[in-house]
């Protein structure tokens, strides 16, 4: 079974500290991606990355940053963290498309509560 | 650019009665279809999906979605619902082009109440 971890359920932080989320995956994806889950907005998109050091900004990049030194691991960073970046942040990973994949299912992690006061 | 409206917030309904979520999906290529299921508490997990063939999916748990071309719309369905099946449903539309990294973009949820 694919398995999708981060670092914490549960997380308060002050505004303007330096926040980092972190997602593992044991399954040697090659795809890894970063969400904020917000009731009535569904998930959006903030980044992706499909190889180690590469990255690409989703549709609300603003705010934040992504690290991948490691093809497991992909951390999400707000620099300096605000009240409007509470929420639920989801981490997903899928198999590269060098598999011959026909489509990538990806998979979830639990998921990280983030409190920003 | 792709969207995906899922029209109703939350849909209570009482336990063994049908259930219908609705789903419609607005793309200017072809696309893949899903849908994910969040459980209290957990991350999502796929549901069921349309990448080709028959029109008409199933999930192993009774859920069933039917994708329908002319009127962009990828409803899921199920005749009986359980306690259970409480939770939050996202339907999700993908590029079939290679070129997207397999981005999904998600509709804005539906929360299901079963009720005894």
């Known amino acids: 079974d694919v398995k999708v971890t981060q670092s914490s359920r549960y997380l308060v932080k002050r505004t303007g500290e330096k926040v980092f989320l972190e997602c593992v995956q044991d399954m040697d994806h090659e795809n890894m991606f970063w969400y904020r889950q917000d009731p009535g907005l569904g998930l959006r998109l903030i980044y992706f990355?499909?190889?180690?050091?590469?990255?690409e900004k989703g549709d609300i990049p603003e705010g934040y940053s992504v690290s991948r030194e490691k093809k497991e691991r992909f951390s999400l960073i707000l620099e300096s963290a605000s009240t409007n970046q509470t929420s639920m942040y989801l981490c997903a990973s899928s198999l590269g498309w060098a598999w011959g994949a026909t489509y990538n299912e990806q998979f979830f992690g639990p998921g990280t509560r983030l409190t920003v006061l | 650019a792709q969207s995906v409206t899922q029209l109703d917030s939350q849909v209570p309904v009482f336990e063994e009665a049908p259930v219908e979520l609705r789903c419609n999906y607005s793309s200017s290529v072809s696309v893949y279809l899903f849908w994910y299921v969040q459980y209290p508490n957990q991350g999502l997990q796929l549901l069921l999906k349309y990448l080709s063939g028959s029109t008409l999916v199933e999930s192993i748990n009774g859920f069933e979605a039917e994708f329908n071309k002319s009127q962009t719309s990828f409803h899921l369905r199920k005749p009986s619902v359980h306690i259970s099946d409480t939770a939050e449903y996202f339907c999700?539309?993908?590029?079939?082009?290679?070129?997207?990294?397999?981005?999904?973009?998600f509709g804005q949820g539906t929360e299901l109440s079963v009720k005894p």
């Open positions: 999700a539309v993908s590029d079939r082009g290679r070129n997207q990294g397999g981005k999904l973009i």
């Open positions: 990355s499909y190889d180690v050091k590469m990255k």
